[in-house]
């Protein structure tokens, strides 16, 4: 994924912009300040201290020249990095030919003063341009091509070994510059993205809870409703009774739903257990409960198995006894009322499954014993230093 391209073209103010826009933006002015700057400082005073003031004014006009094209070439890639690619070999030409003949008018008709000027403008320029490409043969052959040029200009090996320093510097201001830019931006849009995926995490929380609180809820609803409706059919009284239930449940349905759109629902591994005994015993289903010792750091991952375990058997089976253990690491719910299966998970038990994944447990499922159907979590880690004893009747 590549970094975002800022492009600045409005007149927006300072405040106005952002913390990796500010950093794009002086970045980049930086680098064209750099390009003028150093030129300008070089060949103004070896301008100034030449007599002849048509050769001073040659020197002058050929290196705002050289600095004119150099920018022309710098700032379109610059200004629109990354998204423009460095500048085309075409596009360098009338650089190369300016620059050219400015080191040809230096060598022929300026003394010393104006030569190292001259060949400094054109340095700078070629060299803050040719940075742009990618690649380390380019860099390499810029390097030695400044030593090469201060060299011959002068003729000794200082000159050269100044030459190859002020390249360097220039080589690794640009690309310095470029690339801790380049930093920001896919720090900034790694952000963005960190921020679009705690969104949509939170969205996948939110409808797993919803799944779960909700749809375990309307199950009983719905099989108590059924229920009300065969006893009313015979003319049992005992139809009102479980309309009652029905009335009940829809009322804590809706208290959990307006908890859930609050944010304020936590799961709570007791009132899951209280609560799956309530709905199961409502549906006339036995419940049998263990007495196993769950550690306290695993009470909100087994609240969300025994909720999801509880809301299959009403959905999916025709149990008649469901028994919830904790022995050893290892929480199990079974039921008596295994339906046939294609082998593949529901929708909830895969979505439980990716909960329990981070924090490092494994959860099974499946029929046992032809008739029974168990749910099986795996709670690592889980030992009796951690554990807080609970009696669960």
């Known amino acids: 994924m590549g970094a975002p391209v800022l492009n600045l073209r409005g007149r927006r103010r300072w405040s106005e912009l952002t913390r990796v826009e500010r950093v794009g933006l002086y970045t980049r002015q930086s680098l064209y300040v750099l390009l003028w700057l150093f030129n300008v400082s070089v060949v103004l005073p070896a301008a100034l201290d030449l007599d002849d003031t048509a050769e001073a004014a ?23 990095w990354p998204d423009v ?44 341009v ?14 030695l091509a400044s030593a090469l040029l201060y060299g011959l200009t002068d003729g000794t090996l200082v000159a050269a070994a100044v030459g190859l320093l002020i390249a360097g510097f220039f080589v690794f201001t ?24 705690a969104v949509v995490e939170e969205r996948l929380r939110f409808s797993r809870d919803v799944h779960d609180v909700l749809g375990r809820r309307l199950s009983t609803i719905a099989v108590q409703a059924e229920l009300a409706a065969t006893l009313a059919s015979r003319g049992d009284e005992r139809a009102a009774e479980r309309m009652l239930e029905v009335r009940a449940v ?4 809706l208290r959990e739903a307006r908890e859930l759109a609050r944010g304020y629902r936590a799961t709570n591994f007791d009132n899951e257990l209280e609560g799956a005994r309530s709905l199961l015993r409502s549906a006339g289903i036995d419940v049998r409960l263990g007495d196993g010792v769950l550690p306290r750091a695993w009470h909100e991952a087994a609240g969300w198995v025994v909720r999801e375990a509880v809301t299959n058997v009403l959905r999916h089976s025709h149990a008649t006894c469901v028994r919830i253990t904790y022995t050893d690491g290892v929480l199990r719910v079974e039921n008596d009322g295994a339906q046939p299966s294609d082998g593949q998970d529901g929708s909830g038990l895969r979505s439980l499954r990716e909960r329990l994944a981070p924090l490092g447990a494994t959860l099974e499922a499946g029929p046992e014993d032809d008739d029974h159907w168990v749910v099986i979590a795996h709670l690592p880690g889980t030992g009796p230093l951690s554990a807080t004893r609970r009696e669960i009747p």
């Open 58 to 80: 040659a020197l002058l006009g050929g290196g705002l020249a050289v600095s004119a094209f150099a920018f022309a070439a710098f700032l379109p890639s610059v200004r629109r």
């Open 85 to 128: 690619p460095p500048p085309s070999w075409r596009r360098l030409g009338p650089l190369a030919v300016v620059s050219a003949a400015v080191i040809v008018f230096a060598e022929t008709s300026l003394p010393d003063t104006g030569q190292g000027a001259a060949v400094f403008t054109v340095v700078a320029g070629l060299v803050m």
């Open 130 to 143: 040719l940075s742009l490409q990618p690649g380390r043969r380019i860099i390499v052959a810029l390097l």
């Open 174 to 197: 640009v690309r310095a510059s470029l690339w801790m830019l380049g930093i920001v931006m896919d720090l900034d849009e790694a952000s963005q993205v960190k921020a679009e995926l």
């Open 250 to 253: 829809a009322h804590e349905a």
